[in-house]
Nanobody, 123 residues
Framework: QVQLVESGGGLVQAGGSLRLSCAAS????MGWFRQAPGKERESVAA????????YYADSVKGRFTITRDNAKNTVLLQMNSLKTEDTAVYYC????????????????????WGQGTQVTVSS
């Protein structure tokens, strides 16, 4: 059973930064998603299992960075220049047995999900 544990959420003022962490029980292709109240879950960023391929949603390009530490089976999401519209519950997700360069922005492509961590950006 794959386990994913997110941490690092919180309350920050607009323009500030947060770093989210997702600790996994193995090395998988990973994605970060978010869901705001009344909205559908949307992709934020994704990274393949080696870290060589990445995807970013247009809304976060230039502000968010996804990286991974494979020695610790951890994926990080550094979020800078946060905006109020970034407020949401953030989830990490894992795809097992992915091809080497595989990344995806589609929630249905992922096999396991973390419990989520709240990010609130105040104006």
């Amino acid at each position: 059973q794959v386990q994913l544990v997110e941490s690092g959420g919180g309350l920050v003022q607009a323009g500030g930064s947060l770093r989210l962490s997702c600790a996994a029980s193995g090395r998988y292709a990973m994605g970060w998603f978010r869901q705001a109240p009344g909205k559908e879950r949307e992709s934020v960023a994704a990274i393949n299992w080696s870290g060589g391929s990445r995807y970013y949603a247009d809304s976060v390009k230039g502000r968010f960075t996804i990286t991974r530490d494979n020695a610790k089976n951890t994926v990080l999401l550094q979020m800078n220049s946060l905006k109020t519209e970034d407020t949401a519950v953030y989830y990490c997700a894992a795809r097992i047995a992915a091809a080497a360069g595989w990344v995806s922005s589609h929630p249905d492509d992922y096999d396991y999900w973390g419990q989520g961590t709240q990010v609130t950006v105040s104006s």
